[in-house]
């Protein structure tokens, strides 16, 4: 039995060492044979190989198999991971990694493109914005429209994971010579393209972090991020003072990005002064659109995975899902969880979801901490859809 | 608010609402206006100035959008529209000025341009129109809401009923809280339903393309 699947299994499954043994209770297995199993150290008996796997609903031919290629457990990956529990952190890696080793496992059988996604080098590093407009087709003043497809186009991996985390938006890897970005559901579509736009400046900009400091490396892919997706000199002609709300949603329509980016935009730009930034977060939170903004821009579905499974698994049209889970030796149910957030996904759920409730605690960013008065710190209940 | 009354509250709002929407807009514009010049000019917020300003910018947007905008006497703007009537005035501490010693708006407030021989017939307006002896009033109040500092709070449209005394604020038939343009669901407003991502802008026949990942087929 491989150990490292067993591990890998328990945390997508988000159980501790100590939930799998009350779950395979009547096997009489320790927490430490558990342990043992996980590093290799121990093989089971096959009785007790059969009851972890139900416990962890994977089939057992799932753990006799070699582990496949890992996403890199650097700084990289947990730069966006930081403020979340490590059991959490775990759950979200290892089903990401599921999402791409159903790419990988199809992506053996297909001939695909290469990655144009260019790397760019430290020195050009202001130059990114234009650089990847460049690259990826898009006019220098227009607003940033279906930036997930563009993506997947030139070859950049979008997986969408089954968990939807407050908390977490998203993160990036390069693993091999693939671009990875990784994303949380049951975000906004603005929120959701500036998580995208984000990772794609760490993968293009911060591909190498030796020496770096983290939060410079964020705030440097913040700014060039507002410059990609709201870009200066644009900006300027569209964001007129005074500036009021109406015309900052207007602009959310047109442009694809909160309110509350553009206001940032214009404070950045200097078209609105500190106290008139205050006034419009005054505004915006007396109207309760902190966490709910108007003009609701729906999220954009990834696509290339479940292009895959139809070129290479359709029976009259239907994709057939059982056998990609055949192939990769995974549930099915965690097959169509993963699917299920892309683009022209055919199939059904063919177990009940299973909801985990998880607690995270996390503190406002500073943005919050000036303009709102009764929500230092809070802490939200998260489902986990599987 | 009874069935009747309700439904005439929500026709009248519907057929005002582009005048609402843009009015909303321009007091929104001509308050961050005034705002930002006691900042530009260093100045401490002074109420007067304030609404005299507010007053000012949000005329003339009104004017430049085609409405038929007055000056009040005192204080505010009439706005004829669609047949109706409007005030659009600042609040006094949440509700609508008394009428004070303007007897012209206080028969407004009362209703009294449009209908007197009718209303001389009932005990109230309310009472005519829950009778269905009077139409829907045609003189309304739009009244705009400020903070201690100047900031908008918000619009609130009134259908009033007269006020006890000169000195009272007027009492409302019907009143209803106005949302920002942003939210609101006007026939014009293309924002009513989730944007698609790919509704940002024009360019459709972006969408119906699917992607090109693959070389020239599989290989099994």
Redesign the interface.
């Known amino acids: 039995m491989n150990g490292e699947l067993v591990k890998k299994a328990r945390e997508i499954e988000g159980m501790t060492q100590i939930e799998l043994v009350e779950a395979v209770k009547p096997y009489e297995i320790t927490q430490a044979a558990i342990a043992r199993i996980e590093q290799n150290l121990l093989e089971p008996s096959e009785e007790t190989a059969k009851a972890i796997a139900a416990a962890l609903r994977f089939p057992i031919e799932y753990f006799y198999q070699q582990s496949f290629v890992d996403f890199p457990s650097g700084s990289t990956l947990f730069r966006c991971l930081k403020g979340l529990k490590s059991k959490d952190r775990s759950q979200i890696v290892q089903t990401a990694s599921v999402g791409f080793q159903l790419y990988q496992t199809m992506a053996t059988?297909?001939?695909?493109?290469s990655s144009g996604f260019p790397k760019i080098s430290h020195q050009d590093i202001f130059s990114a914005p234009s650089i990847l407009r460049n690259a990826l087709g898009i006019e220098a003043d227009?607003?940033v429209?279906?930036i997930i497809?563009k993506l997947?186009?030139i070859?950049v991996v979008v997986v969408s994971i089954p968990l939807e985390i407050h908390e977490h938006d998203g993160f990036s890897v390069w693993i091999e010579d693939r671009p990875v970005i990784v994303l949380s559901r049951g975000k906004s579509?603005d929120r959701q393209?500036r998580t995208v736009v984000h990772e794609m400046m760490h993968l293009a900009c911060h591909y190498s972090l030796a020496g770096n400091n983290l939060d410079e490396i964020e705030d440097e892919a913040d700014i060039l991020t507002n410059e990609f997706l709201l870009p200066a000199e644009v900006i300027k002609q569209e964001i007129i003072?005074?500036?009021?709300?109406?015309?900052l949603?207007d602009l959310k329509?047109?442009?694809?990005v909160s309110?509350q980016s553009l206001v940032e935009r214009a404070y950045e730009l200097e078209i609105i002064?500190i106290?008139?930034r205050k006034?419009l977060y005054?505004?915006i939170s007396?109207?309760n659109w902190r966490t709910s903004e108007?003009?609701?821009?729906?999220?954009?579905q990834p696509?290339?995975i479940q292009?895959?499974a139809e070129?290479?698994y359709s029976q009259n049209g239907k994709v057939i899902y059982r056998k990609l889970a055949e192939d990769t030796k995974l549930p099915r149910r965690l097959v169509h969880s993963v699917l299920s957030a892309y683009k022209g996904y055919t199939g059904e759920s063919e177990t009940q979801s299973n909801v985990f409730n998880l607690q995270f605690h996390r503190s406002k960013k500073d943005i919050d901490e000036d303009f709102t008065e009764n929500d230092n710190q809070d802490s939200k209940v998260v489902n986990f859809r599987f | 608010m009874n069935g009747k009354t309700l439904e005439i509250a929500e026709r009248t709002t519907n057929e005002i609402l582009d005048l609402l929407i843009d009015s909303y807009r321009a007091l929104e514009s001509a308050v961050a206006y005034a705002l930002n010049q006691f900042e530009k000019d260093g100045e401490d917020f002074e109420i007067f100035h304030y609404v005299d300003t507010v007053r000012y910018k949000t005329k003339i947007q009104l004017q430049q959008k085609g409405y038929d905008v007055k000056y009040l006497a005192l204080n505010g703007l009439h706005i004829s529209h669609n047949g109706y009537e409007i005030k659009l005035l600042k609040d006094d501490n949440g509700h609508i000025p008394p009428a004070r010693h303007s007897k012209t708006r206080l028969r407004f407030y009362r209703q009294i341009y449009q209908r007197q021989h009718q209303q001389t017939l009932f005990e109230s307006l309310e009472q005519a129109i829950e009778e269905n002896n009077v139409s829907e009033s045609k003189n309304l109040v739009l009244l705009y809401k400020i903070g201690r500092k100047g900031q908008l709070l918000g619009l609130e449209l009134f259908c009033t009923d007269g006020a006890k005394s000169q000195n009272d604020s007027p009492t409302a038939i019907w009143s209803a809280e106005i949302p920002h343009p942003a939210e609101s669901k006007s026939q014009n407003n293309q924002y009513e339903r989730p944007i698609k991502d790919a509704q940002i802008f024009d360019d459709t026949d972006e969408d119906s393309e699917d992607l090109d990942i693959f070389k020239d087929g599989t290989n099994d």
Do not use: C, F, H
């Open positions: 059988k297909l001939r695909l493109k227009k607003p429209k279906q497809k997947e186009n070859g579509g393209r003072s005074p500036v009021t709300l109406s015309d949603a329509t047109r442009w694809g309110i002064t106290n008139q006034y005054k505004q007396q109207k108007p003009r609701y821009i729906e999220s954009e696509r290339a292009m895959m070129r290479l």
